[in-house]
């Protein structure tokens, strides 16, 4: 058998130290990934509000208060925030007219690709100083009877996608700091509406 001389042999271990090296540094990422996704798992949901099974949002057609006739589907290709509630509009309305339109404010410049609805469920009429407050909320007239088609009836914020699905729905007194992180999470994600 032929002899290897002292620094051919030196050479041969230190390739396979090399070769040793790299395959580690292209392994250990892989498995430390695998670790922190065994060992630290991320939350199931990490947004705020409830995220409702896929289906379209009820036909909701009324009278806005200028006495045009309104359909929400003919709001299709925009983001929707929905809340229902009596014309009276109590303190708990005023909140969350308040929290929706904080938390469109909030998007910046994506904020013109959402619309604020509010369905109003009985003949009273709104305070002007509601509808003052903001001349872009679509306040609309209709029937109680369509509310109960909502996934919780009037007790509930409710985000429709430009598709006319009802996704998410939140409390009518939402955190507007989660509630905007929501949108925004939303509105970034889709390049719809």
Known sequence: MPEVSE??????????????LIALVAIAPVVASTL?????????????????????APDTNG??????????????????????????????CRGALYATRQART??????DRMVRVWLITDAA?????????????????VDGAVIARWPAGAGAIYVVDP???VVLQYPVD???????KDLKRLLSASSIG
């Open 125 to 141: 009429t709104p305070p002007a100083d509601v509808l003052r407050v903001d001349p872009a909320l679509i306040a609309v007239r």
């Open 174 to 180: 939402p955190d507007i700091k989660r509630l905007a």
């Open 63 to 92: 009278t806005a208060l200028d006495g045009a006739p309104f359909q929400l589907s003919a709001l299709r290709g925009k983001w929707l925030l929905v809340i229902a509630s009596g014309g009276a509009c109590d303190d708990r």
């Open 7 to 20: 620094p051919a042999a030196r050479g041969t271990r230190g390739s396979r130290r090399t070769l040793l």
């Open 36 to 56: 922190v996704y065994v060992f630290f798992p991320r939350p199931a949901a990490v947004n705020y509000g409830t995220l409702l099974p896929i289906g379209a």
């Open 106 to 111: 909030i998007q910046g410049r994506e904020q």
């Open 163 to 165: 598709h006319g699905n």
